[in-house]
């Protein structure tokens, strides 16, 4: 791949364009009235493509609430924008959610335009078009859907990023690829191994590329997530609990890295899994990989209260007053979509996951 590439998500309203090249932010002036909204950790590294007045937007966890919400949308407000003003967002997937959902609200409706600058923004959460916002001690528990009109990613905010940073945007791009096909995992395999890990330069644009046509896929399929597109929460569920469990001292992407190993052990403990097959293997090794090139995660693993993880699990918006909803591997290794009843039995599997993973910090280093 040389200079820019595009690909086109289709919606139930529009269409919108997907561009991945770098150093293209900046060339291609927004309109005259656009608001930027931007991660103050970007605005520091990257001031030179970012317009001189803009919202800066502090992208911590603690941020990321209805509180910041209104801040923003009193922000814009005072920067005079009006329901024609252009929003463009500047940041990773914590400046995405509150941009996504103030513009969403604003005046019933903004157009925003999304800039990722974090590997994991980059290969998955920048389509699709959802926005999770949390509220007092549930995570992403409130959120909407309202896709952008464009996004455009430039590979050179990677340079800045930290190997955790990339590891965590590897992580959900081999969710992404495995819940697909076996093809498509064996393509990203292919991207990510034979040289520098994590890969750079236009490997690193046709990695973005091949993470990004491969979800589009599920999104366009199912938009408003009913069925196959609930495939890519593989991971997520163990995860954010993990997060909590945590106090988030395990960040986002490593926590559903994590979250796979825990779905693979759960898988077995509750017989969908047999153990050994050759495509969860390949999925898990690949996963250990990238969470041994990260050193914290073995200490924030020590630090995990397994109670704690589980008491976060326990609220977890999928799940129903009957069961617990979970995507595990069945037996052909393929993922699926399975209702666990709220048994004390169950209960003890789920437990004994999170003490599994506590264990894995001697594994994991």
């Known amino acids: 791949m040389s200079g820019s590439s595009e690909l086109f998500i289709k919606t139930s309203g529009r269409a919108y364009r997907v561009t991945i090249g770098t150093e293209i932010v900046g060339k291609r002036p927004p309109r005259d009235d656009a608001v ?6 970007v605005s520091r590294l990257h001031g030179d493509v970012i317009p ?6 502090e992208a911590v966890e603690s941020a990321k609430n209805l509180e910041s ?4 949308v009193e922000q814009l407000r005072d920067h005079g924008s009006t329901r024609q003003t252009q929003v463009v967002a500047v940041g ?3 400046v995405q959610d509150l941009a996504t959902f103030s513009a969403s609200c604003y005046m019933r409706g903004i157009p925003w335009t999304y800039c990722p600058t974090t590997m994991l923004s980059m290969v998955d959460s920048c389509i699709g078009g959802k926005s999770s916002i949390n509220v007092g001690r549930y995570k992403n528990i409130a959120g909407n859907f309202y896709p952008p009109e464009e996004v455009v990613i430039d590979t050179r905010f990677c340079n800045t990023l930290t190997d955790e940073q990339m590891a965590e945007g590897l992580c959900e791009a081999a969710k992404i690829c495995y819940a697909d096909s076996d093809d498509a995992f064996n393509t990203y395999l292919a991207l990510t ?3 520098p890990v994590p890969p750079r330069d236009d490997r690193l644009a046709r990695l973005i590329q091949h993470s ?3 979800k589009k896929r599920f999104i366009e399929e199912d938009e408003f997530d009913q069925g196959i597109r609930l495939l890519l929460n593989f991971g997520h569920t163990f995860g954010h609990a993990i997060e909590g469990g945590t106090s988030y001292a395990i960040s986002h992407g490593i926590a559903v890295g994590l979250g796979m190993l825990a779905a693979e052990y759960c898988s077995v403990r509750l017989g969908y899994l047999e153990a050994g097959l050759t495509n969860v293997a390949s999925l898990i090794a690949h996963v250990r990989c990238l969470l041994s090139s990260v050193p914290t995660v073995a200490y924030s693993l020590r630090r995990l209260n397994p109670a704690d993880a589980m008491e976060c699990f326990l609220s977890d918006k999928k799940h129903s007053v009957e069961s617990f ?3 595990l591997f069945n037996r ?3 993922l699926q979509r399975f209702k666990v009843p709220r048994s004390d039995a169950i209960r003890a599997e789920l437990l004994s996951t999170f003490q599994y993973l506590k264990e894995q910090s001697n594994e994991i280093q």
Do not use: K, P, Y
């Open 193 to 195: 191994e034979g040289g």
């Open 52 to 57: 001189s007045a803009f919202i800066l937007q």
């Open 332 to 334: 052909q290794g393929r």
């Open 36 to 41: 930027w909204i931007v991660d103050a950790n």
């Open 325 to 327: 909803t979970l995507i």
């Open 69 to 72: 919400v209104a801040h923003l």
């Open 212 to 214: 990004l046509r491969t």
């Open 92 to 94: 990773g997937g914590i």
